[in-house]
């Protein structure tokens, strides 16, 4: 099997012979993969009239637990993403009543985001398309070599400081 990657690597093999050019076998592949997975995840959460960073928060609001609520803080670093984004996400979530802002009852600094019945009921309905595209999208792999990747990519975050807070 032949694929871009391996044209882009046999170009340089030719024209810069010196130099070891393997990284791009793995790194151009992740970045043509996480592409390509971008777009069907964009679709099946346009389905559902979300993007990549609604689902986001939903989700992460969700798999919380009871009472489905955080602090913008908290939100922030479940998702990894500015404070400045955090707001913004919040705000066009709360317009479309899907997450509700309250202050704290102990801390007046503290605001806390719920998830509303209904954004759980939304991310409760999205979720099963979610999981659906993404067992499609790996189909290709089975179960064993899933987890094998899944593996080695997770030890490949760690070694980039992406690891376990």
Known sequence: MTDHVDRVLEQWDRERPDLDV??????????????????????????HGLDSASFDVLATLRRSGPPYRLTPAGLMRSAMVTSGAVTQRLDRL???????RSPSETDGRVVHVTLTE????????????????????????PAARRDELARLLGELLDSLGDGTD
């Open 118 to 141: 209904e954004g759980r009921a939304l991310i409760d309905r999205v979720l099963p398309d979610h999981l659906a595209t993404e067992h499609r999208l790996l189909a290709a792999l």
């Open 94 to 100: 709360e317009a479309r009543g899907l997450v509700a």
């Open 22 to 47: 393997s990284p791009m076998a793995v790194i151009g592949r992740l970045k043509r993969l996480a592409r390509l997975i971008d777009a069907e995840l964009r679709r099946t959460f346009a389905a």
